[in-house]
């Protein structure tokens, strides 16, 4: 993929993941700010992997994706907390 197309894909993964988020979130009252970062976290990581892997051409790999996920969820965990 060219450096535009990578861009496109991953700003279109963020708009994507921003959306998902909110509309889960939002019938949600129960530590809104953690669970709000964990949500997103999850959904970019596994987004961003799984768009990157079919756009790419490759053979989109559960592994990776399942790996993505961990990594946003954990990154969310972390940035939740600190905001708390």
Known sequence: MSLKQTIYFMTLVGGLAGLLCWSIVVWISWMPDLVSAMVLGVLIGGLTVMFSDRWSG?????????????V???AG???GTLQL
Request: hydrophobic residues 60%; aromatic residues 6%; glycine residues 10%.
């Open 58 to 70: 490759e053979q989109v790999v559960t592994r990776w994706i399942i790996t993505g996920v961990v």
């Open 72 to 74: 946003g969820l954990l």
């Open 77 to 79: 965990i972390l940035s």
